[in-house]
């Protein structure tokens, strides 16, 4: 249910339109549904290989990629016969690299998160068909998942790490003290970029901040500057886009965030302040 959240974030993108145009065109009027219909299709698929295949295939989740990255990762890559560095789950988001194909967030993630783990319990379970909901809690059993069961909005989900803690900051803050230090630790790739984003925050504790990364500055806006871009967004959605709660690209995915002017612009100055 956590991966139909995540593909929910992202419903309207044209990723999104063309991978599962085919299960939106069977649910039309249903897109909880069609998310479901998605990953029981693709999880079948997957595990019917691995039952073809046995002994052949290693199986990861991401819940422990997320929790016990290192150890996971080790072995997977002994299964391989490839020697592995305990640097590399930090070192891919450090060292300069292709892209390649996948979620778009991941540009504008610094580390791997633990925040994604449990969102799945605030999709709708009343909105899962009958026949759907029975093929899903059959692959989940095969996979050593819990069901979803009759409790599954109303209870903790069952992913959530036990010492999750809550990250308490404000808009003035991130401006008076994170975001400096950030830019004097990022100088050289700030200068690079150059440029003047004007971040217009609504909400309780909001306002307008300038941002010349040029010069290495940040102040309110007072009108006496033009920026080149302007990024739109509520107090509580910045502050958990900062914090790590809020995947950047996700809330700009979802409207949470609107954008006026440069949008490269402002696409190198979101990978500068939300990414490693």
């Keep these: 249910m ?14 999104f339109k063309s991978e599962f145009a085919p299960y939106v065109r069977r649910n039309p009027e249903n897109l909880i549904a069609a998310m479901v219909d998605s990953w029981t299709d693709k999880t079948g698929k997957l595990l019917a ?62 580390e791997i998160s633990r925040s994604s783990l449990g969102k799945g319990s605030r999709v709708s379970r009343a909105k899962i068909p009958s026949d759907l909901l029975e093929s899903m809690n059959a692959l989940l059993s095969e996979l050593n998942y819990p069901a979803v069961g009759p409790d599954w909005n109303s209870s903790p989900s069952p992913y959530l790490p036990p010492d999750k803690t809550e990250v308490v900051t404000t808009v003035d803050e991130i401006f008076d003290n994170h975001l400096p ?45 033009k920026p080149n871009c302007e990024v739109v967004v509520s107090a509580s959605d910045f502050i958990d886009m900062m914090t790590g709660r809020q995947n950047a690209m996700s809330a700009f995915d979802q409207g949470k965030v609107r954008i006026i ?5 402002v696409i190198k100055i979101g990978r500068l302040l939300f990414a490693a």
């Design 261 to 265: 002017g440069d949008d490269n612009l």
């Design 49 to 110: 290989f691995e039952r073809a295949n046995e002994g052949k295939c290693f199986r990861i989740t991401y819940e422990s990629v997320v929790l016990e990255t290192v150890a996971t990762l080790k072995a997977m890559f002994a299964f391989l016969g490839v020697d592995f560095d305990p640097r590399l789950p930090d070192s891919v988001f450090l060292v300069p690299h292709d892209e390649g194909v996948g979620d778009d967030r991941i540009r504008f993630s610094k």
């Design 2 to 15: 956590d991966v139909v959240h995540s593909c929910l974030e992202i419903s309207g993108g044209p990723e």
């Design 181 to 225: 230090a950030l830019l004097k630790r990022k100088r050289d790739r700030a200068i690079e970029i150059s440029g003047i984003c004007k971040f217009a925050v609504s909400g309780e504790g909001g306002g307008n901040w300038i941002v010349n990364l040029a010069e290495q500055s940040i102040r309110k806006d007072r009108g006496e500057v």
